[in-house]
């Protein structure tokens, strides 16, 4: 049921997809559970899109910067769901954790994005995320400043480097480009 994801243990792929199975077989009684599962990824593809300002705000701030993207997850499912978003080519470079080998949040990955880096000639201007377990995790471990989207007001967050906005577009202001 569904796509394979490469490197899963066939004995784990089977019960995922058993347990889908019995899912559907319980939300749509007397229905064919694949169809029911195969309709539901439809649907759910169709909803897979930015926030109205996002793509507007990338533009922008690719204008002077060349966008590299750090994302948690799955490689297959992050990159799925940046296509059906429209956002992937807006960024140079895109490094999921589960292909990089560790969560934002690891020093290894700033070690990883580092070499990457020196490899290509780049610096960190600024990185921007939500998330403080792994955007700033990440932003600390290689000494990088931070924006961190989220409520100023109510942000409990107070990191050296650490800046907090509503959004990309708060960027612009803490740019030191």
């Given at each position: 049921?569904?796509?394979?994801?490469?490197?899963?243990?066939?004995?784990?792929?089977?019960?995922?997809?058993?347990?889908?199975?019995?899912?559907?077989?319980?939300?749509?009684p007397?229905?064919?559970?694949?169809?029911?599962?195969?309709?539901?990824?439809?649907?759910?593809?169709?909803?897979?899109?930015?926030?109205?300002?996002?793509?507007?705000?990338?533009?922008?701030l690719?204008?002077?910067?060349?966008?590299?993207?750090?994302?948690?997850g799955?490689?297959?499912?992050?990159?799925?769901?940046?296509?059906?978003?429209?956002?992937?080519?807006?960024?140079?470079?895109i490094?999921?954790?589960?292909?990089?080998?560790?969560?934002?949040?690891?020093?290894?990955?700033?070690?990883?994005?580092?070499?990457?880096?020196?490899?290509?000639?780049?610096?960190?201007?600024?990185?921007?995320?939500?998330?403080?377990?792994?955007?700033?995790a990440l932003?600390?471990?290689?000494?990088?400043?931070?924006?961190?989207?989220?409520?100023?007001?109510?942000?409990?967050?107070?990191?050296?480097?650490?800046?907090?906005?509503?959004?990309?577009?708060?960027?612009?202001?803490?740019?030191?480009?």
């Amino acid at each position: 049921m569904g796509p394979s994801t490469p490197g899963l243990p066939a004995e784990a792929a089977a019960w995922l997809a058993e347990h889908a199975r019995a899912v559907w077989r319980e939300a749509l009684p007397g229905k064919d559970p694949e169809c029911g599962s195969g309709l539901f990824r439809t649907l759910r593809a169709g909803l897979v899109r930015p926030f109205d300002a996002v793509p507007s705000q990338l533009s922008a701030l690719g204008a002077n910067h060349e966008l590299w993207l750090a994302t948690e997850g799955a490689g297959s499912l992050q990159r799925r769901k940046l296509a059906l978003s429209g956002l992937t080519d807006r960024f140079a470079r895109i490094l999921v954790s589960a292909e990089v080998g560790c969560s934002k949040g690891d020093p290894g990955f700033a070690q990883a994005l580092l070499r990457l880096l020196d490899t290509a000639d780049r610096t960190v201007c600024l990185v921007i995320g939500d998330s403080a377990r792994t955007d700033l995790a990440l932003a600390s471990h290689g000494s990088w400043p931070a924006l961190h989207i989220c409520d100023p007001a109510a942000c409990a967050v107070d990191e050296p480097g650490v800046r907090h906005g509503r959004g990309i577009a708060d960027a612009a202001k803490w740019c030191g480009c």
